[in-house]
């Protein structure tokens, strides 16, 4: 009797190369996100002040940066477009980058409106007509810079661009509306001499001013 020898041959699917990358890197993004969280925090307000801290703000902030990636994945999903290696792991990290200079930006901006303007919602609107354009600009370059890529016959890329110009998109409209909004509630907490964080609960009677040797945006 002649003998038989048997071999197989085993692939992993692309599915399972995702599940097994996002599984060992998911700490990594984790701690890039809340290293992020707290140097926008600390940087964004005047720590370790407890009136003009923005530790709210900037959780609010890091939420619509996550917001912007979750949204720009269901819609992929929504155009049957798959999601590859490339995209679970870079576009968070794009999308956080982008995300994190906006909010720098806008806070920047409203800041440096004069302190003579006193309502809140005349604030923000000085600092959005000042920096609204250059992000509206820079968004819309970006996303077509990505969706340009789409034309590349390289299915990795191409769906690494899909993903990539909607989350520009999606981030951008977040930042006009949820973050800016939270800017105003966060501005009118500082106005009513209400603590961070915890301004529900807290009130301190003299405010003093914030100090300015902490880093500044």
Do not use: H
């Not at 800041?111 to 968004?139: C, H, L, N, Q």
């Not at 973050?179 to 907490?189: I, M, P, S, T």
């Amino acid at each position: 009797m002649i003998p038989v020898k048997a071999d197989y041959l085993a692939e992993r699917s692309i599915e399972d190369n995702i599940l097994l990358e996002s599984k060992q890197n998911s700490f990594i993004v984790v701690f890039s996100y809340l290293l992020m969280f707290i140097y926008v925090s600390v940087a964004i307000g005047f720590f370790p002040s407890t009136i003009y801290s923005k530790f709210a703000l900037g959780a609010v902030g890091i939420g619509v940066v996550i917001g912007s990636l979750l949204m720009a994945m269901g819609l992929t999903f929504y155009f049957n477009a798959e999601l590859t290696m490339i995209s679970a792991e870079v576009v968070p990290f794009l999308i956080l980058a982008i995300g994190v200079d906006n909010m720098f930006l806008i806070a920047r901006a409203e800041r440096d409106v004069p302190e003579v303007v006193t309502s809140v919602e005349d604030r923000i609107s000085y600092a959005m007509k000042e920096i609204g354009p250059s992000i509206f600009t820079a968004a819309l370059c970006e996303s077509c810079a990505f969706i340009i890529g789409m034309l590349t016959d390289v299915p990795a890329l191409r769906n690494f661009c899909l993903i990539a110009a909607l989350g520009v998109v999606c981030d951008f409209l977040l930042q006009i509306s949820i973050f800016v909004g939270a800017l105003a509630l966060d501005n009118k907490r500082i106005k009513a001499g209400r603590r961070d964080i915890i301004c529900c609960f807290t009130k301190k009677a003299n405010i003093e001013p914030p100090r300015e040797e902490w880093a500044r945006t």
